[in-house]
């Protein structure tokens, strides 16, 4: 069973740092597209960020030039670099990867359990 779990979450102050981890465990022929969602309370699911398997990524107006997006394809793992975070980032980190099992399961998406994250001084 395929499953992706996050870590690195917790509590910072405004204008410091965190590194968000999720790694992908399994059956896994191959991983493509990664992607980092948000859930602040009384909001909807946001998306983030997202890396392509090839290594192209996108971001949220929000978030460009402070957050980074890569992926280890060795291990299966996508990471979210958190720079200059502001009490506005604090929400439910969740990852998100298109994910192709091995075994006669078809390409589906999966998600984290999500990590906390907040930014208080």
């Known amino acids: 069973q395929v499953q992706l779990v996050e870590s690195g979450g917790g509590l910072v102050q405004p204008g410091g740092s965190l590194t968000l981890s999720c790694a992908a465990s399994?059956?896994?022929?191959?991983?493509?597209?990664m992607r980092w969602y948000r859930q602040a309370p009384g909001k909807q699911r946001e998306l983030v960020a997202g890396?392509?398997?090839?290594?192209?990524?996108n971001y949220a107006d929000s978030v460009k030039g402070r957050f980074t997006i890569s992926r280890d394809n060795a291990k299966n793992t996508v990471y979210l670099q958190m720079n200059s975070l502001k009490p506005e980032d604090t929400a439910d980190y969740y990852c998100?990867?298109?994910?192709?099992?091995?075994?006669?399961?078809?390409?589906?998406?999966?998600w984290g359990q999500g990590t906390q994250v907040t930014v208080s001084s």
């Open positions: 998100n990867a298109d994910i192709d099992p091995l075994g006669p399961a078809a390409l589906s998406a999966y």
């Open positions: 399994g059956r896994i022929f191959s991983i493509y597209g």
């Open positions: 890396i392509t398997k090839s290594g192209s990524t």
